[in-house]
């Protein structure tokens, strides 16, 4: 029984061979890359000495989870980084949901694929040049902003890299920018798979656009839009380095605006060298991170179980 069942496994993996081999890069990155590095969990609970090797530090429980939770910013940081990560997903997904419907209407195909690498251009550039895009924008010398659009406006130029009241409106509209295109591309597949048939019946009944897609486009769309968001919130306590870092020019005066876990982690690893500190932060990001889908999910499963991510 057990030899026959072994036959049916190997002709199985025989015959879906191809399949196996394509996804066999997939595969290796993700365990090197994703799975690998969760055997270094422990560095989090010990204090790591390279004179004795990484395994011979000292245990030294949750002391480096002190750092996190008493320093005077701690409030501050963990604040940025959750009202930040929301509104990103919740602008992100209004913008690209009507993007990808708005794609969708357009009937010269050529016109669209224009657009959709016009939209996806910005999420493959390097978050160095888009802070240096930005900075051509804000810089106090040659700023586009400070020297053309604010004298066409009548007012003062203002030096955004002092003022950390401006941040929070920029920051999300460089990442809307940055990431709206990606999630549109996504959408926009959703939305093109949905059977026509359905809006040559409500346009028989006599419904307008809006309703065609309130009623027929959204709901049709809603495990899609679902899981996204679902993994959003998985890392709604990991910011973007790139974008709180590299835009802001890594500025002091930024930091009551800009500062959030994974640039406060950075900046004092680069200060007190402390692994054990910067691996605690990371353990308990990934930790709250999967509570938040373990608890999202369990909220959507049990409103709709075939819009659930698992």
């Known amino acids: 029984m057990l030899m026959r069942a072994g036959q049916t496994r190997w002709k199985r993996v025989k015959k ?4 196996f081999v394509m996804a066999a890069p997939g595969i290796l990155y993700l365990l090197i890359n994703n799975y690998l590095p969760m055997f270094g969990a422990f560095i989090a609970f010990k204090e790591v000495d390279f004179s004795r090797g990484i395994l011979g530090g000292d245990w030294v429980g949750f002391r480096n989870f002190e750092y996190l939770f008493k320093t005077a910013d701690a409030y501050r940081i963990t604040r940025n980084t959750i009202l930040y990560n929301a509104a990103f997903i919740i602008l992100n997904l209004i913008a690209s949901v009507a993007l990808a419907i708005m ?3 357009l009937r010269n195909r050529l ?14 550039i390097s978050s160095v040049i888009v802070g240096y895009l930005v900075f051509s924008l804000l810089s106090m010398e040659n700023g586009f902003i400070n020297k053309t659009v604010l004298p066409w406006l009548g007012r003062e130029e203002i030096m955004w890299y002092n003022e950390p009241k401006y941040w929070p409106f920029i920051l999300t509209l460089v990442k809307m920018w940055s990431s709206v295109g990606y999630l549109c591309v996504i959408y926009l597949a959703a939305v093109v798979g949905i059977d026509q048939e359905y809006y040559e019946a409500a346009t028989i009944d006599g419904a307008s656009k809006w309703q065609q897609i309130t009623s027929i486009t959204l709901p049709s769309i809603a495990p899609v839009i679902t899981i996204m968001t679902l993994l959003q919130i998985g890392r709604i306590f990991h910011a973007d380095f790139g974008l709180f870092y590299q835009v802001p020019l890594d500025s002091g005066a930024l ?6 876990l994974d640039t406060y982690v950075y900046r004092a690893l680069l200060k007190n060298g402390d692994i054990g500190m910067s691996s605690a932060a990371g353990l308990y990001q990934a930790v709250v991170g999967f509570v938040l889908i373990l608890l999202s999910n369990f909220a959507v499963k049990k409103r709709n179980p075939d819009h659930a991510l698992f």
Do not use: D, G, M
């Not at 016109?111 to 493959?124: A, G, M, W």
């Not at 930091?255 to 959030?260: F, K, M, S």
């Open 16 to 19: 879906y061979k191809v399949l």
């Open 103 to 105: 794609l969708n209407e």
């Open 111 to 124: 016109l669209s694929r224009f657009y959709q690498s016009v939209i996806l251009l910005p999420y493959l």
């Open 255 to 260: 930091l009551p605006a800009t500062n959030v």
